[in-house]
């Protein structure tokens, strides 16, 4: 087992006693660690900056941790022990590949985890992960933030208000520019990322779930299969409810920068609930703070309503200190993850992927 940088983890490590039994919060502000300090990770380290702690970052690349930490006046650990040692929960920004591994060596720290999206990159390690925070004792969160904005918060508020019916057909669009990274960046190694689906889709499937309850079959297209040279992807899907809803989910890196927008509709029998962020604030274009003509990877400037990073990493650290459940648990991170590698098998094979159902 590797941390995010390729050096080893024992599994069977274990922070200092006196360090393991501290109840979080009980004497001070939560002790966070961010693993990774690339655009997430900042992401991260900036919200936990706004809610008052000062992480402990760590990345293989040493001088990017320090300069992240001198931008938010946070401070470095040199390895992952080192973080453990110090930190009550770990909130885990590596490549996608690597969150089962950091994942699961921080909660045999007895350490609790948050994990950005998704989960992880198969499910046999989303289940390793699940298993090993339950044998520890420990929390696990998953931070898909979509469901912290309150445009989408509002919108499933409604449907369980039942004020437009039943949902039956639900229709979500997430688009931005191909991230920018360089030729041969992990982002780009679909054996690591996952590609358009498990990064940028995922967000809509998870949201649709939320709303519309389990899956049951996914149909997915995707334009980097068809022309894998293009420089450019889109995929579209469709999900089955068990419900009988069908939700079309519509992800594109084919815009120039520094395009982002989403929308939603969702139709019942009696009304319809619509969002689009090129018409209604808060959704705006936000760059990568000091970039020109677009960052590196596009996200959502929600400055208008508060900043939804802030307020997911507010919940899980809240839930951490209460003992109470965030609005996401572990088995949805799951899920999510469960329908995108869905979604991304039927792009690959042509097939229709049914989903086994869910245990309750």
């Known amino acids: 087992m590797t941390d995010g940088g390729g050096r080893e983890v024992r599994p069977g490590d274990r922070a200092d006693s006196r360090s393991r039994r501290r109840r979080p919060g009980a004497d001070g502000p939560l002790r966070v660690g961010v693993v990774g300090a690339g655009f997430i990770g900042e992401t991260h380290v900036a919200a936990w900056a706004a809610e008052g702690i000062r992480a402990v ?54 350490r609790h985890v948050i994990c950005e999206k998704p989960m992880a990159r198969t499910l046999a390690d989303a289940g390793a992960m699940l298993a090993a925070a339950r044998d520890a004792g420990v929390r696990l969160f998953v931070a898909h933030v979509v469901r912290f904005f309150p445009e989408y918060v509002a919108a499933r508020q409604a449907v369980l208000d039942g004020a437009i019916g039943e949902p039956g057909v639900l229709r979500f669009t997430r688009a931005s520019f191909r991230p920018r990274q360089p030729a041969g960046h992990w982002f780009f190694d679909h054996a690591r990322s996952g590609g358009i689906v498990l990064d940028l889709m995922v967000h809509d499937l998870d949201y649709a779930r939320w709303v519309a309850g389990d899956v049951v079959a996914v149909h997915c297209r995707s334009a980097s299969v068809a022309q894998p040279d293009a420089g450019v992807d889109h995929a579209v899907a469709i999900l089955t409810h068990r419900s009988g809803a069908i939700s079309h989910v519509s992800a594109s890196w084919g815009y120039a920068p520094p395009t982002f927008v989403t929308s939603f509709e969702i139709a019942g029998s009696h009304g319809l609930i619509e969002h689009s962020s090129t018409t209604a604030a808060p959704v705006m274009a936000s760059l990568l703070a000091g970039a020109a003509g677009g960052g590196l990877t596009a996200m959502a400037d929600t400055s208008l309503a508060g900043d939804p990073f802030r307020l ?49």
């Open 312 to 360: 997911e990493l507010a919940e899980f650290a809240g839930a951490i200190r209460d003992g109470t459940e965030a609005r996401i648990g572990p088995a949805d991170g799951l899920e999510a993850l469960r329908i995108a590698l869905a979604a991304d098998e039927s792009a690959r094979t042509g097939a229709v992927v049914r989903l086994a159902r869910v245990v309750e």
């Open 57 to 110: 970052i760590h990345d293989v690349d040493a001088d990017r941790a320090a300069a992240l930490a001198g931008r938010h006046g946070a401070r470095v650990a040199g390895s992952l022990d080192e973080l453990f040692g110090g930190v009550d929960v770990v909130d885990v920004c590596t490549p996608t590949d690597l969150h089962a591994d950091v994942a699961i060596a921080a909660v045999r720290a007895g």
